[in-house]
């Protein structure tokens, strides 16, 4: 699937993690910000690259500011971006989910 | 604790009073029109008390005026809520791409939310963050053959004049390639979209000029946030070394720009110390040129300022030979169009 558009879910909050999905050209670009990079970078862009693989993505650009978020709020951010970006919100993918 | 975000209406008196209180303890005091009339929207954080803790302001796809009141032992949260929501709130606004300037010591606290430096200067620091970046701006711009002598010219023309297009003529002559970039405002009176398509339809014949929307990087100088400084004086410079910076590290670095063309400018004082600030900042790497402005003999120098003088008090005629015949065109077919925008205040800018 294309991403049709910009989008955004989550906050800069204590815990929570902003994920902001657009359109890329060359495959899925990460680009990270988080203090624990070093312990969890590679999990938190796993967990996100599942999500978009899930929905059929194959190019896009991911910007993520972690402040600390479970695995499960990042899944849940992620899968938010997504169906904001693939326009698709009011149809959620229950295979996903 | 549980802190929320409220609207603040600058408007309401009270609530204005409060917030430039708040700002003004925290070491912003200034709160000048055109710092102010900007703003879309503002908001506050207050905490179990509803006393202010936090607040943040947005202006077009500019956040400023952010300043919180820190806790014991939880120093960035309360600054993370209230970027976090001004970030939301562009979002649903359908901006995604966001500037914000602001003190250098701050840096650091806006790159851990997701920013990166753009440029700086003592007196302030530029950051942006999210899509399109300056990165898929200066991807987007078509590239020339390495090796090649390049030249850079920034102009408003509002409208192109053919002072501008001698200044185009002039580096086009003197290098194989020149960027002629539009600077991106709509506050002129010919709106960007039409002066970028002014400079395509002037410079057509001229092979080797590449005519590119400044996008939100050549933007007016003049137009940089500033509310964070209180000394005027100390304002110009901040503004014109920020945007020279700028230009020479990621501009002219990306697209291997050796020369800057500059108009000479015996009116405005301000341009003049932006062309010395240009001079100052960007040899020995980018070359700066600046060119005598062409006269009509008589030492009546054109200037784009002249042109919509004459648009607005109808003597068309006396346009003629001071632009281009595609500029001409332009202002005989939609004169009405021009003057009501004039009428409406919509004149600023050169």
Known sequence: MEIKKTAIAGTLESSDVQIML????????F????????????AIKATVADVLKAYGVENANVKIVDKGALD????ARAIAATQRALDIVDEPMWEVL | MSDHIQDLHLRSKPQRRMWQNFLTERGIDVFNDTEIDVIDETIGLLDDHDQLVGTGSIA???????AVQNEEGASGSRFNMVVSELVSRLAQRGVFHILVFTKPKYTDSFEHVGFTKLADSDQGVLLEKGEPNIQTYLADIPKVPAGKEIAGIVMNANPFTLGHRYLVETAARENDFVYVFVVNQDASLFKTSERVELVKAGTQDLEN?????????????ATFPAYFISSPDAVIDYQTTLDARLFKNWIAK???????????????????????????ELPPEVQVKIIPRKELGSGDAISATSVRKAIEEDRISEIENRVPETTYQFIVSHKFELQDRIKKGKKDGD
């Open chain 1, 72 to 75: 499960m709020v990042i899944k």
């Open chain 2, 254 to 280: 990306d697209l291997h720009i050796q020369t800057r063309y500059l108009g000479s400018e015996p009116y405005s004082h301000t341009t003049d110390l932006y062309n010395q600030a240009l001079q100052r």
């Open chain 2, 209 to 221: 000029v590449i005519v590119v929307n400044g996008g939100s990087y050549m933007v007016s100088y």
């Open chain 1, 22 to 29: 657009s359109q890329g050209t060359d495959g899925i670009q």
């Open chain 1, 31 to 42: 680009d990270l910000e988080s203090d624990v990079e070093k312990q969890y970078g590679k």
């Open chain 2, 60 to 66: 077009g796809d500019v956040i400023k005026y952010i």
